[in-house]
């Protein structure tokens, strides 16, 4: 047996923390707050660390290994006919002081300038590798639930495991003296093809990749096929993200891939679902503003702004707050935004809206109403209003027309 009620579940969350060193909090699914943090100066961390769209917990323990040095884990709970969610982290692979990555991400991400509060969130946070944060997570689903771990979430906890060694292993073909690997001067082509948004050559090269024959990277030449081709789209997904993909968007793009694979069973299946992820992000790249207005003729201020605005589209974004972060004035920031991308800062945050709307319509199975409050949408009707504005169609509408198009293939 479980805890029986809060008091017992908070004090033995206390107790977790105070053991382990691991942040750890309980947040209300319905008032969308937390009810108990081990730190609530820290909340904010913890409210950035599941409002990812990608961060998505069920009654099963769950653990996330986000840009390969951040571990967010959790499951969800009901009580009293409210469901809760236990979040476990987030925790460190390395030491946040000597990672810029970290340091750098996470100021942009919450704290708005405030070095001060960062500091003291990095200085006591947990560093560990998966194996320990997993054992943090399973006692803290034991202390709740009085349950053991299943198998099957543990073979859940060893496929992420083995997306580290997939990656090591397509460095190691790049140094291997055989003739039975896509070359790195294939591989530069492919990529270049993708990061310039050229469906046409990348069409071309994909298929030359896809025809290899590839070196067994074991036994099972399905499974040797999910590694090689999973491997390869890691790689196409950062070169998305580098050359303006929205981060959030490649990353769903990329978890649909994994899925995809993982339950595929029969080799052709692989690459048709390898070809078109990869043409998807090609046209995610040509769609991308900052590529299309030449992002070496874009002022790096204005730079700053769109990427602040990608990274808080779920905010009710304003003029003030974004010439706040840039350090410049809004009619300075105006002219400048208008001249270098085209179109006002207003539109252009509204049209950024609507396209992740877009990701989410397709990549989730969120409610309108989810999604327009996700993205600070006054109401679910102006949400509706705005995307038919700018898409010619209702969110349902543009929904159910792609369920048909899947189906019919």
Same mark, same amino acid.
């Given at each position: 047996m479980g805890l029986d009620n809060n008091y017992d579940v908070f004090s033995g969350l206390e107790l977790l923390y105070n053991s382990t060193g691991c942040y750890v909090s309980v947040y209300d699914k319905e008032s969308k707050d937390f009810v108990w943090s081990c730190s609530e100066e820290f909340n904010?961390?913890?409210?950035?660390?599941?409002?990812?769209?990608?961060?998505?917990?069920?009654?099963?323990?769950t653990t996330f290994f986000i840009n390969s040095f951040e571990l967010v884990g959790g499951f969800n709970y009901s009580k009293d006919g409210k469901t809760y969610t236990?979040?476990?982290?987030?925790?460190?692979?390395?030491?946040?002081?000597? =990672?810029? !990555?970290?340091?750098? +991400?996470?100021? &942009? #991400?919450?704290?708005?300038?405030?070095t001060q509060k960062l500091k003291n969130y990095l200085y006591v946070s947990k560093i560990t590798d998966k194996k320990g944060f997993n054992a943090d997570l399973l006692m803290c689903y034991y202390l709740h639930t009085g349950k053991k771990i299943s198998k099957s979430v543990e073979e859940s906890t060893v496929v992420v495991d083995i997306n580290k060694?997939?990656?090591?292993?397509?460095? =190691?073909? !790049?140094?291997?003296? +055989?003739?039975? &690997? #896509?070359?790195?001067e294939r591989q530069e082509l492919l990529l270049s093809a993708i990061s310039s948004g050229n469906l046409e050559n990348t069409k071309k090269l994909c298929t030359s990749f896809l025809n290899f024959s590839a070196f067994k990277r074991c036994e099972d030449n399905l499974m040797s096929s999910k590694f090689r081709f999973i491997a390869a789209m890691l790689l196409v997904n950062r070169q998305a993200v580098i050359f303006g993909v929205d981060e959030t968007k490649a990353a769903a793009i990329y978890k649909e891939f994994c899925r995809k694979v993982y339950a595929s069973e029969r080799e052709w299946e692989i690459k048709e679902i390898f070809l078109k992820v990869a043409m998807e992000y090609t046209k995610s790249i040509s769609e991308s503003q900052i590529y299309k207005v030449n992002i070496h003729d874009v002022n790096p201020v204005v730079i700053k702004a769109v990427n602040y605005i990608s990274q808080h589209l779920h905010k009710d974004l304003t003029v003030a707050e974004i010439c706040c972060y840039c350090g410049v004035s809004e009619s300075y920031l105006r002219v400048r935004f208008k001249h270098d991308i085209g179109k006002s800062i207003v539109e252009y945050v509204t049209e950024q809206k609507i396209e992740e709307a877009k990701m989410l319509l397709k990549y989730t199975n969120y409610s309108l109403l989810e999604i327009s409050e996700y993205l600070s949408f006054s109401s679910q009707s102006y949400f509706t209003t705005v995307?038919?504005?700018?898409?010619?169609?209702?969110?349902?509408?543009?929904?159910?027309?792609?369920?048909?198009?899947?189906?019919s293939k």
């Open positions: 904010v961390f913890f409210r950035e660390a599941i409002d990812r769209p990608y961060v998505i917990f069920n009654d099963s323990p236990v979040i476990v982290g987030p925790a460190f692979v390395t030491d946040p002081f000597s =990672d810029l !990555r970290i340091i750098g +991400k996470t100021l &942009y #991400f919450v704290t708005g300038g405030d060694d997939i990656i090591q292993k397509l460095f =190691d073909m !790049r140094e291997e003296e +055989k003739k039975d &690997y #896509f070359s790195f995307f038919r504005k700018n898409c010619g169609q209702t969110p349902t509408e543009y929904r159910n027309l792609l369920k048909n198009s899947r189906n």
